[in-house]
Structures are given as C-alpha cells and as structure tokens.
C-alpha cells in the first residue's frame, strides 16, 4: 500500500507542473526525407571458445563457411562426412545508416546469432556486406565482438547465464559504402513533420515561424506537417535550420488519458483528466473454504468400524468501505486524494477507472496496454 501511494505521488508530481512548458522546434517536429535508414546482412563470427553452432543441427553454417573456403580457392574434399565447426556461428548483422552518412564513415553493428551458439564471446565478426531495402550494399562491417553476457556451465549438468550471451556489438565496426539520396537540398520548401500531430502545436508554429521570417512563410498543411519556404542553396539552407530548429515553440496539450498495464498493475493519470459528478463504493468479498477431517470410533465390543469424517467449513467475509463522491471537473489532485482515504489498491483504482468510464463520468481516454 505505502508503495502504491508514492506511486501515486510520484504521477501527481510529474502531472502538475506549472504553465504551459515551451519546447525546441528540434524536439517537436523532424524534417521530411531527413531520416535514418536500416541496414542488414548475414555473416560469420569466428574465434570462439567451443560455443559455436552445433553443424548437425545448423547445417546452412557448413554450407556458409564452405561458400567463404571456396572464395579463397579451398575446396573441403567430399565424403569427409558432418565436419564440426564449434569455434563458428552463423549471425546476423544490423545497424541503421543515419541520415548524409558519406562513404568513409563508421557505425555502430549489432551482431545476433541466428544458430544454437550458445556465446559469441571472444568472437571476431568477418567482412559482411549490409544491404538496405532495395538490395544494395551500403555498408561493410567486420571487427571484434563486445558481448555483455557470459554462459558458462559444469561436468554434471549445472548452467548459469548472464545476460544475453548470444549477441553483442561493434562500435564503429561498418563502414559506409554508399549514401543514401536525400531530397534535403531539393525544392523550395521544407516540410517539417510533428512528432505528435496536434493542431494547437501546428498553429504556434506556423504563428513562430512568420512572426520571425514574414507572413507566409510558414503554412500548416494538416495537424502533423508544416511546409516551410526555405533558401535553395543547400549551406544557406543548412544556416536557416540551424536557426529555426532552436525556436521556443508551447506545443498544445495533450489528449486527457489514463493508461492501464493490466500486467504490472502501472496505472499513469493525465493532468487533464476530469471526473464528472459521481458516487463510488468498492469493496471486496472474501470467501474461505477449510477442509478438517475427524476419527470417528465405534463402541466397545460392537461390530463398527473406525472411519474418518470430513468437515467443512467456510467462512466469507465482506470488507466494508466507505463511499466517496467525485464532484464536478474533479482534479488528479482529488482524484488521488480520494483514492488514498478508502486505501484502494492497483486492482481496485482499475476497476474504479472503468466503472467511471462506462458510466461516463470519466472524462479522458481509458488505454489498457
């Protein structure tokens, strides 16, 4: 209970923060065609200690540490039956290509098996090209391996794992081939696409953004896009944004909600959220069932015989809680207040929540995740 109310606490605190907060330009909205773009490959990782893939089980690893063999003009003789190779596993390779990466830049890799190696501990990665969605190659990555697990295990059985030993990283472990074409540079205009679409926050930055350079530069096409007019020489361009990125802008608040994790039992309450007029009463009923047996015995010298009797008893008892009344626009303030005088639980301030929200007195949006 005591870590439910400071639970509570905590939500009332981060809920009424005073006034209206101004925030970047930067952090509302992104550039459109200014974006990242994911890349992936399949490869090798050799070097390991015996925790590679079991071949009998994997056999595409044979087929691609072959396929690599025959590359550098080695042929593995036919017949030489299942070869084990404990010290390769078979992985995959991800990373995102962020956005103007040049040929000659490095990023990070994220390497994963996709095999039954059971660490890629001490492993190298070798030269694995990265292809985007259409096929090419835009990146080629190879290096050592950081894993943050380890998997170790006895003679007789006995396993311990730490963390994920099955994956790890390389910092700086691709390097970029190819750039992806961007429209940055191309137009007269800019679009710039809000995170949150919100026509409040629309509106104040079209009002921003030709208060400081003229009527009409700014216009708000929906509640999520704003076409701006921009120089068209791109490093003019590039000194526009740098300027208007940074502009304090009040976003418009958001939608009233109260979000429910039905498995963690996290109930988060808006700032805005409202009750209409309404009674509450909750209570939980609790019914006990216990199983006794007795020994019953006959008289002396009769022809009885000894039996156990069972004996049931069940008791059920209805926990009392007093009612409390929600008056009208009440606050998460209130709302909390109240909810912490009857001692209501997770489960039951759930329960409370979709009654009122069925009863249309909740004036928010009920998510259950």
């Known amino acids: 209970m005591t870590m439910f109310r400071y639970a509570l606490a905590v939500f009332l605190t981060l809920g009424m923060v005073a006034g209206v907060q101004a925030e970047r330009l930067k952090d509302l909205a992104k550039i459109q065609g200014v974006r990242t773009n994911q890349l992936i490959g399949y490869g090798l990782v050799v070097g390991l200690n015996g925790s590679g893939d079991q071949t009998t089980q994997t056999p595409f690893t044979v087929q691609t540490f072959n396929n690599m063999l025959a590359q550098f003009g080695i042929n593995v003789p036919p017949g030489t039956g299942n070869i084990q190779l404990k010290n390769v596993a078979a992985v995959s390779i991800h990373a995102e290509l962020p956005p103007f990466a040049r040929p000659g830049q490095t990023i990070d890799v994220t390497v994963s098996s996709i095999g039954n190696a059971k660490s890629l501990r001490g492993g190298s990665l070798l030269m694995t090209p990265l292809k985007g969605i259409d096929g090419n190659v835009y990146a080629i990555a190879q290096g050592n391996l950081v894993v943050g697990g380890f998997d170790a295990s006895g003679a007789d059985g006995s396993r ?115 009750v209409q007029p309404a009674a509450v009463t909750h209570g939980s009923l609790t019914v006990a069932i216990s199983e006794d047996t007795s020994v019953s015995q006959p008289e002396a010298f009769s022809d009885g015989q000894t039996v156990v009797v069972p004996r049931s008893r069940v008791n059920a008892e209805q926990e009392m809680r007093p009612m409390f009344k929600f008056a009208t626009g009440t606050t998460l303030d209130e709302i909390v207040r109240a909810v912490n005088q009857v001692g209501a639980s997770p489960s039951d301030l759930m329960a409370i929540l979709e009654a009122l929200k069925q009863a249309g007195a909740l004036q928010a949006d009920l998510i259950v995740i």
């Open 160 to 274: 311990i794992t730490v963390n994920v030993p099955s994956a790890g990283r390389i910092p700086s472990g691709a390097t970029v081939e190819r750039s992806v074409p961007s429209s940055f540079d191309q137009g007269n205009y800019l679009t710039l696409n809000l995170n949150r679409p919100d026509f409040t926050t629309a509106k104040n930055i079209v009002d921003k953004l030709n208060d400081l350079l003229g009527p009409d530069t700014a216009q708000a096409m929906d509640a999520g896009s704003i076409r701006v007019a921009a120089p068209v020489d791109s490093s003019q361009r590039v000194n526009y944004l740098s300027v208007i990125e940074n502009l304090e802008i009040e976003a418009g608040q958001a939608v009233a909600k109260v979000i429910i994790n039905s498995r963690t039992g996290t109930i988060v309450i808006g700032q805005d959220v409202r």
